[in-house]
């Protein structure tokens, strides 16, 4: 049982299929992690407003309320209460939504229990990363505030996810300089690269739709081909960015 695992984690799991819900608890249980488990939609909303978690692992087809209205529910709740889906639905405009919504991870059924447990373990490390930062990021008539996670894009404000807000800020913090995707799988996700997935570029267009005047001509989130991502404050670059590649698998 891992230092780590014990000093931080009151997990959430909601998954209504009895079998694996019973695996996944006495698994993490033993890896050190306090659960709290919930079988349906209007249960796990219960539970949430009736004590404090560190991450919810979220199934998405629940009974009687599924797991987005419950992720868009928890997101709205707690901005910064990191989320995984973790589902059998693999098509990719589920996984779209659920990131959309406000999911920090998409795991899909079947998966083995080391990957869980990493991909855990790294939520978990990154859920306080905001703490002693610089507060605010502006670019175009764009704003950050990345202590209080919250955002303005012209008039409209909303919301950032840690993930989103993370990003975000390893990529404002770098203007001008090509990342590479192994760099933020490494460095945001803290991953492996043979671990890489679709993800990131897939939240890189979530921020084109945030924060662009018109995201299919993107003038700060710009994709450069086989090279990476690069942030730029609007001003110009000799650097050739060319559209985003599709996120269908």
């Known amino acids: 049982m891992s230092a780590e695992a014990l000093t931080g984690g009151k997990i959430l799991l909601v998954e209504d299929e009895e079998g694996l819900a019973v695996a996944l608890e006495y698994n993490l249980a033993e890896e050190g992690y306090q659960m709290v488990r919930a079988a349906d939609g209007?249960?796990?909303?219960?539970?949430f407003s009736s004590a404090e978690f560190d991450l919810v692992?979220?199934?998405?087809?629940?009974?009687?309320?599924?797991?987005?209205?419950v992720a868009e529910k928890m997101r709205a709740r707690s901005p910064r209460i990191p989320i995984l889906m973790l589902t059998a639905?693999?098509?990719?405009?589920?996984?779209l939504r659920g990131l959309?919504?406000?999911?920090?991870?998409?795991?899909?059924?079947p998966f083995h229990l080391q990957e869980l447990l990493l991909r855990i373990r790294n939520m978990l490390r990154r859920q306080r990363w905001y703490e002693n930062r610089p507060r605010r990021s502006v670019f175009g008539?764009?704003?950050?505030?990345?202590?209080?996670?919250?955002a303005r894009a012209g008039k409209r404000r909303f919301?950032?996810?840690?993930?989103?807000?993370?990003?975000?800020?390893?990529?404002t913090d770098r203007a001008g300089r090509v990342v590479s995707r192994q760099e933020l799988l490494r460095e945001v996700w803290q991953v492996q690269e043979d671990l890489e997935t679709r993800t990131v570029d897939n939240f890189m267009v979530r921020l084109r739709r945030y924060f662009e005047p018109d995201p299919a001509r993107p003038v700060y989130f710009q994709?450069?081909?086989?090279?990476?991502?690069?942030?730029?404050?609007?001003e110009k670059s000799d650097i050739p960015a060319v559209e985003f590649p599709p996120t269908e698998p």
């Open 42 to 47: 209007p249960q796990a909303l219960e539970c």
């Open 57 to 69: 692992i979220l199934d998405i087809m629940l009974p009687y309320i599924d797991g987005f209205e």
């Open 89 to 95: 639905r693999s098509a990719q405009a589920d996984k």
């Open 100 to 109: 959309e919504i406000g999911a920090d991870d998409y795991l899909t059924k």
């Open 141 to 150: 008539d764009n704003e950050i505030d990345f202590a209080s996670l919250s």
């Open 159 to 171: 919301r950032l996810t840690p993930l989103e807000a993370m990003l975000c800020k390893y990529l």
């Open 223 to 234: 994709n450069v081909r086989g090279a990476g991502y690069l942030f730029r404050k609007g």
